[in-house]
């Protein structure tokens, strides 16, 4: 008698799930000494736009899409950083309004004598074009870099950490 050999078929191999090793589902919230050791984090570092990226995050609650798209005339009035600012969300179309604290009006300020833009331009312009803004993909990766310099694993936290 003949002894046969078995081979697996190749559409019966053991398939690896696309998730698997990786962290999934809702990231963590950012605790309240979290943001403070990333702000002070940011100032001592003497990253004004970052700052006033963070905080304008914190304060606004928007999507990533819309943080990066706010333009300097959104949240500025006669020279001044508004109180209130209200912007119509992409995903939705509807419009949100936000109150803007000291703390982030001082940074925003800040930035904006920094870069020095007219009412329509955006109040986080790309590095390689003023006519575009901060992509939301730099956002994430400038978050990694917040998140890693005070000690969190970057994986954990995503820009929906700071809504």
């Known amino acids: 008698?003949?002894?046969?050999?078995?081979?697996?078929?190749?559409?019966?191999?053991a398939?690896?799930?696309?998730?698997?090793?990786?962290?999934?589902g809702a990231k963590r919230a950012l605790k309240e000494k979290h943001v403070w050791a990333i702000r002070f984090w940011l100032g001592s570092e003497q990253r004004i736009r970052d700052r006033a990226l963070f905080d304008l995050?914190?304060?606004?609650?928007?999507?990533?899409?819309?943080?990066?798209?706010?333009?300097?005339?959104?949240?500025?009035?006669?020279?001044?950083?508004?109180h209130r600012a209200m912007v119509v969300q992409q995903k939705t179309r509807r419009p949100?309004?936000?109150e803007i604290t000291e703390t982030t009006r001082e940074s925003v300020r800040a930035w904006l004598q920094h870069c020095d833009g007219g009412l329509n331009e955006y109040v986080f312009p790309s590095r390689l074009s003023t006519k575009t803004h901060l992509s939301t993909r730099q956002y994430a990766r400038l978050l990694d870099q917040w998140v890693e310099a005070v000690?969190?694993?970057p994986g954990e936290y995503g820009t929906h950490s700071l809504r």
């Open 15 to 24: 398939s690896v799930p696309w998730n698997a090793g990786k962290m999934v």
């Open 57 to 82: 995050a914190l304060d606004s609650k928007l999507r990533g899409c819309d943080l990066v798209s706010l333009r300097i005339g959104d949240i500025i009035i006669s020279g001044q950083v508004r």
């Open 151 to 153: 000690g969190l694993i």
């Open 1 to 13: 008698m003949e002894k046969k050999t078995h081979f697996p078929s190749p559409t019966l191999k």
């Open 96 to 98: 949100v309004q936000f």
